[in-house]
């Protein structure tokens, strides 16, 4: 019986507050995340980038200050945070 209640419970309670707690969170990190076109400047920019060969035209979409701390950075992880701060805010 508590088995069962606690699947409802997951399902009906934790999963739902747990994606709602993580969308607001990223859309007050970078709020215009909303906007289709800065979604593309993102998706593009992280396309671009991984097979190494990068295109001018999007190496232009960087501000020039975020392109240098991206370059410096080491961590992938930053890295994204990186690209989606300056296609986000």
Do not use: H, Q
Not at 23 to 33: R, V
Not at 39 to 66: A, M, Q, S, V, W
């Amino acid at each position: 019986m508590r088995k069962k209640k606690f699947n409802k419970d997951l399902y009906f309670k934790i999963i739902p507050i747990f994606f709602l707690g993580f969308s607001l969170g990223i859309i007050t990190i970078w709020p215009s995340i909303i906007f289709e076109n800065n979604r593309r400047c993102f998706f593009t920019i992280i396309k671009d980038g991984i097979d190494g060969d990068i295109k001018l035209k999007t190496i232009f979409t960087i501000n020039p200050n975020y392109a240098l701390r991206i370059k410096n950075t080491n961590n992938k992880y930053l890295k994204i945070l990186m690209v989606g701060d300056s296609c986000f805010r």
